[in-house]
């Protein structure tokens, strides 16, 4: 054989070779797309069935046709409810209290003329859950400095939350915002 006739046949075999590597390329590429395509529609389609499942949890009712515009009626009807994205809460972090029965002469809260709407809160035992005391509405600018609990403690010292609850004017519930403090009762 000649020197011209191996180079060729090599050739061909390299050629060969590129045309099978090239075609492995080709066939994982496309089972890659196959595979994004696949799992974006089941995202996708998993996406739209939890808006759907939540919507039913939520409006515990099925729009028909029939009901459609009374529905879209009573939407525009319902007051636009405004919820303040800032408070500034205004107390000390730590109350003490004489007794589990007396009032504090330490703590202070304050609604901040700042702020956009009365307030109240409420003091919970934070390993317990249990809420203490309630606090009367305080207006813009209020201040609170001497209270009792609404429920006794023993003598100790306990985490507690003070959970703000920022109300409209008919004394609903806007939304809440937690703060930590430490309550001491001496005896």
Request: proline share 3%; glycine share 4%.
């Amino acid at each position: 054989m000649s020197s011209e006739n191996i180079k060729t046949e090599s050739m061909e075999k390299g050629d060969g070779r590129k045309k099978l590597l090239v075609a492995a390329v080709v066939i994982v590429l496309v089972a890659l797309i196959c595979a994004v395509s696949v799992l974006a529609y089941m995202v996708l389609r998993g996406t739209k069935q939890a808006e759907v499942a939540a919507d039913k949890v939520q409006n515990k009712a099925v729009v028909s046709a029939e009901d459609a515009e009374e529905v879209m009626e009573n939407m525009l009807k319902a007051p636009d409810t405004y919820i303040p994205q800032t408070f500034t809460a205004t107390q000390n972090a730590v109350w003490t209290f004489p007794s589990g029965s007396d009032a504090t002469n330490d703590a202070y809260v304050a609604n901040d003329s700042t702020n956009e709407t009365a307030i109240y809160f409420d003091l919970i035992v934070d390993e317990t859950g249990e809420v203490i005391y309630s606090s009367p509405i305080l207006e813009l600018g209020a201040e609170l400095d001497t209270f009792k609990l609404d429920k006794p403690l023993d003598a100790g010292t306990y985490d507690c939350t003070v959970e703000y609850h920022l109300v409209d004017d008919e004394r609903n519930t806007l939304t809440t915002s937690d703060f930590g403090v430490t309550v001491k009762v001496l005896e």
